[in-house]
């Protein structure tokens, strides 16, 4: 059964930084790509980043150059390294895992998520 466990998520103020963590397991299938999506209160889930197992990156617009996206495939974790942070960033960020080795900017097309991590900006 695959497992996926963000932590890192906290209050910052804008200008700020965290680094995001998803802890996985279960996962049996050594190609896939691992993403990190998030969704404010109002909102659908957005794209953020994502990575391949060959780590092959891909952020969206509105976090490059501020966000970056990296795994520790022999410990099964991804991170999201988050910088110069804004009000825009609040929202809860999840991890999620597709079972085939290239990436999408679709949540639908992922397989496993997990609970989510909130991240706070104030300005």
């Known amino acids: 059964q695959v497992q996926l466990v963000e932590s890192g998520g906290g209050s910052v103020q804008a200008g700020g930084s965290l680094r995001l963590s998803c802890a996985a397991s279960?996962?049996?299938?050594?190609?896939?790509?691992m993403g990190w999506f998030r969704q404010a209160s109002t909102e659908g889930r957005e794209a953020v980043a994502s990575i391949t197992s060959d780590n092959f990156p891909s952020v969206s617009d509105s976090v490059k150059g501020r966000f970056t996206i990296s795994r520790d495939n022999a410990n099964n974790i991804l991170y999201l390294q988050m910088t110069a942070l804004k009000p825009e960033d609040t929202a809860t960020y999840y991890c999620?895992?597709?079972?085939?080795?290239?990436?999408?900017?679709?949540?639908?097309?992922?397989?496993?998520w997990g609970r989510g991590t909130q991240v706070t900006v104030s300005s």
């Open positions: 279960g996962i049996t299938y050594s190609r896939n790509c």
């Open positions: 999620a895992v597709r079972r085939v080795w290239f990436c999408s900017s679709r949540a639908d097309d992922y397989d496993y």
